[in-house]
């Protein structure tokens, strides 16, 4: 059995077929889901659905883009949703310095009150980082110092030396299809180094689809794609590639062994 570290079920592309996007995936050998939240107005739907489906989880956060439009958002709001029995992260939050959608200071500050969030609830903090590696890291290791908190680099398409960074700290790392790209052979070779009680496997989907389904909508039963190619990069059998991730997402996401 795999799980899908992360997945937006609610998001265009798979939710008009949501039912059979699950479907699929677990005929898949697929057996868990982390719907991922960006947004506050969609918490409620994504908690929904994992209140429906007995399989899925949800995420309570603020991607970096969103983060201009909630400014009001405090550490009061996240405590209040997590505390949802099927809520079992804080996120996705984090920088992205790619597209520049909010304000840098607003997502930083957006990112350690979700930090705050994660210390205080002990739920893993899931996040996003994109052409912002020294900042991301140096609020990590700054926020680690006030007290621990599990956390999660989701999607990791950064540098060997911030690989090595929050491992450092802690930090566990997830790969997404973009691994299975050709021209990502440094990724590669930071896959296959990662610690084995520190790696995760996601779709992201609907996006980043794995070869070899390139230029199709992502679906989380595409999530066996990249663990078999993961799997050949790090010389272990696909199964225990499975075994492996599926073990570090219970015991990172302790809160969804309920």
Same mark, same amino acid.
């Given at each position: 059995?795999?799980?899908?570290?992360?997945?937006?079920?609610?998001?265009?592309?798979?939710?008009?077929?949501?039912?059979?996007? *699950?479907?699929?995936?677990?005929?898949?050998?697929?057996?868990?889901?982390?719907?991922?939240?960006?947004?506050?107005?969609?918490?409620?739907?994504?908690?929904?659905?994992?209140?429906?489906?007995?399989?899925?989880?949800?995420?309570?956060?603020?991607?970096?883009?969103?983060? %201009?439009?909630? !400014?009001?958002?405090?550490?009061?709001?996240? *405590?209040? &949703?997590?505390?949802?029995?099927?809520?079992?992260?804080?996120?996705?939050?984090? *920088?992205?310095?790619?597209?520049?959608?909010? +304000?840098?200071?607003?997502? &930083?500050?957006? =990112?350690?009150?979700?930090?705050?969030?994660?210390?205080?609830?002990?739920?893993?903090?899931?996040?996003?980082?994109? +052409?912002? %590696? #020294?900042? !991301?890291?140096?609020?990590?290791? %700054?926020?680690?110092?006030?007290?621990?908190?599990?956390?999660?680099?989701?999607?990791?398409?950064?540098?060997?030396?911030?690989?090595?960074?929050?491992?450092?700290?802690?930090?566990?790392?997830?790969?997404?299809?973009?691994?299975? =790209?050709?021209?990502?052979? #440094?990724?590669?070779?930071?896959?296959?180094?990662?610690?084995? +009680?520190? *790696?995760?496997?996601? !779709?992201?989907?609907?996006?980043?689809?794995?070869?070899?389904?390139?230029?199709?909508?992502?679906?989380? &039963?595409? !999530?066996?794609?990249?663990?078999?190619?993961?799997?050949?990069?790090?010389?272990?059998?696909?199964?225990?590639?499975?075994?492996?991730?599926?073990?570090?997402?219970?015991?990172?996401?302790?809160?969804?062994? &309920?």
């Amino acid at each position: 059995m795999l799980i899908d570290s992360h997945c937006h079920l609610n998001y265009k592309g798979l939710v008009e077929d949501q039912q059979g996007v *699950l479907t699929r995936a677990r005929e898949a050998g697929i057996g868990g889901f982390l719907n991922i939240s960006t947004r506050q107005r969609e918490w409620q739907e994504i908690v929904a659905t994992a209140e429906r489906e007995s399989d899925v989880w949800a995420s309570i956060g603020i991607h970096p883009h969103e983060a %201009d439009s909630h !400014t009001d958002l405090g550490k009061a709001a996240l *405590l209040d &949703a997590s505390a949802h029995p099927k809520v079992v992260a804080i996120g996705e939050t984090g *920088l992205d310095y790619y597209y520049e959608h909010s +304000d840098r200071k607003t997502q &930083a500050t957006l =990112f350690r009150i979700h930090i705050e969030a994660s210390r205080e609830t002990g739920l893993p903090l899931i996040i996003h980082t994109r +052409d912002a %590696d #020294d900042d !991301t890291a140096a609020i990590l290791t %700054d926020e680690m110092g006030k007290g621990a908190f599990p956390a999660l680099i989701h999607c990791f398409t950064a540098s060997a030396e911030f690989a090595r960074k929050v491992l450092d700290l802690g930090l566990s790392i997830s790969l997404s299809g973009i691994v299975t =790209f050709k021209n990502t052979k #440094d990724l590669q070779a930071i896959a296959s180094e990662i610690p084995e +009680d520190r *790696l995760l496997v996601e !779709t992201d989907s609907p996006f980043l689809a794995p070869v070899p389904h390139r230029g199709k909508t992502c679906e989380p &039963a595409f !999530t066996a794609d990249t663990a078999r190619f993961v799997a050949d990069l790090r010389g272990v059998e696909a199964g225990q590639l499975a075994e492996t991730t599926t073990r570090n997402f219970y015991q990172l996401f302790e809160k969804a062994r &309920a």
